[in-house]
């Protein structure tokens, strides 16, 4: 039994930025991870994986890359910053901590150790928990229709590393987020045939517009009122990307802003448009059912499309896990209907000192916003300072 004031859960990017916050404002804390590393998740990600924003606005609070890396950093460089940064601090997590379970602590008259938080072997009670286990924790593994008769290689995403085993042969990629776009691209590269399966109009934004980064532009629109953000971002998209309706990618109903506010992350953009457009990339419909060797296309208001297909790479994405740990109890007041939470805390006094970060992915940028929302809940300890170290 272990009793810190505040426990943090993950000792990645958002795990690290609020230690980094609450280091700089000498509050003490201890860290739950539960693998052996920090940043685990990105030493895990796929070769090509760089940032999709700036490292002038991607640092984690406190502590700027270093001057020598370039515009977006790489995922070996996020490994090494992730490091350094832990060692700046002094951020020393307990490893191999895997956390089953959140639950208040009803025990009469304590007043200083309201959660207790159970690992898969040790309990820890504290008076604040700050849960930053990740917006994309868990893989989603769809079971498609006839799956299990594919004789070839399907792989969630998680599993690829990049295309080289690829080469030459035919690959089916399920989804186009930012993952299943890039993924479609470093298969081209690497010689292999990529297609890419999509259900719905995807929203399309331009890493860099006319040789400029967008994420200082996002940046800047996102002081102003939604509805003026939403102009300019569709006249932006408007003339970057066009109608991509004839590349079968569909137009969406509104601009890439508006749909981010609601939870629907765009693609930003490396270079598989062009890809697409110049028939490299092939867009295909939703997958109707899987064969031995084919995969059938569910073409709406005309007869199935079947093509040949030697691997399947699930670009289906990630969830949070969040509910497992909080049970249904916690869930139902803290979870919005996919599963994420809905605020950075809240203010039912029976979820005082219960915190979530790493849960929004803004068009300004997930790390950039992760800076901004931990030093408001680093703020919100030092003015509610209930428990004293």
Do not use: C
């Not at 008259?109 to 928990?129: C, K, L, P, S, Y």
């Not at 629907?264 to 457009?277: E, F, R, S, W, Y």
């Amino acid at each position: 039994m272990r009793n810190p004031a505040t426990l943090i859960i993950g000792a990645g990017p958002a795990g690290l930025a609020i230690a980094g916050q609450l280091a700089h404002r000498n509050l003490p804390f201890t860290m739950l991870e539960a693998s052996e590393y920090v940043g685990f998740a990105w030493r895990n990600h796929y070769d090509r994986l760089h940032l999709h924003t700036v490292k002038q606005h991607s640092a984690l609070p406190h502590l700027p890359y270093p001057a020598d890396y370039p515009t977006y950093v790489s995922r070996l460089q996020v490994v090494d910053y992730l490091e350094r940064y832990a060692e700046h601090f002094g951020i020393k997590p307990l490893f191999n901590q895997k956390v089953i379970s959140i639950r208040r602590n009803d025990t009469p008259d304590i007043t200083d150790e309201r959660w207790q938080v159970q690992t898969e072997t040790n309990t820890f009670t504290a008076g604040r928990v700050i849960v930053a286990t990740g917006y994309n924790r868990i893989p989603n593994v769809p079971e498609l229709p006839g799956q299990r008769d594919f004789r070839g290689i399907i792989w969630h995403s998680h599993e690829y590393r990049n295309g080289a085993p690829f080469r030459d042969e035919n690959v089916l990629v399920v989804g186009m987020g930012n993952t299943g776009a890039e993924l479609a691209l470093d298969l081209l590269e690497h010689g292999a045939r990529p297609f890419i399966s999509v259900r719905r109009p995807i929203n399309i934004v331009r890493r860099d517009v006319f040789g400029k980064p967008a994420q200082p532009t996002a940046i800047f629109l996102n002081k102003f009122p939604n509805w003026f953000y939403d102009l300019v971002t569709g006249l932006s998209q408007k003339l970057t990307v066009g109608d991509l309706t004839k590349y079968g990618l569909g137009k969406p109903s509104h601009p890439a802003s508006y749909d981010t506010r609601r939870g629907k992350i765009p693609v930003i953009d490396l270079g598989t448009l062009d890809q697409i457009k110049a028939g490299n990339i092939t867009v295909v419909p939703a997958i109707e059912r899987i064969n031995a060797k084919t995969v059938t296309f569910a073409r709406p208001g005309g007869a199935s499309q079947e093509l040949p297909f030697d691997a399947i790479i699930l670009a289906t994405g990630y969830r949070p896990g969040v509910r497992s740990i909080l049970g249904e109890d916690l869930s139902a007041k803290i979870l919005n209907e996919r599963g994420y939470p809905k605020h950075l805390w809240f203010k039912d006094p029976t979820l005082q000192g219960l915190y979530f970060l790493g849960y929004t992915t803004p068009l300004t940028g997930i790390i950039y916003n992760l800076t901004i929302d931990s030093g408001r809940i680093a703020d919100d300890i030092l003015q509610n300072n209930f428990v004293t170290a």
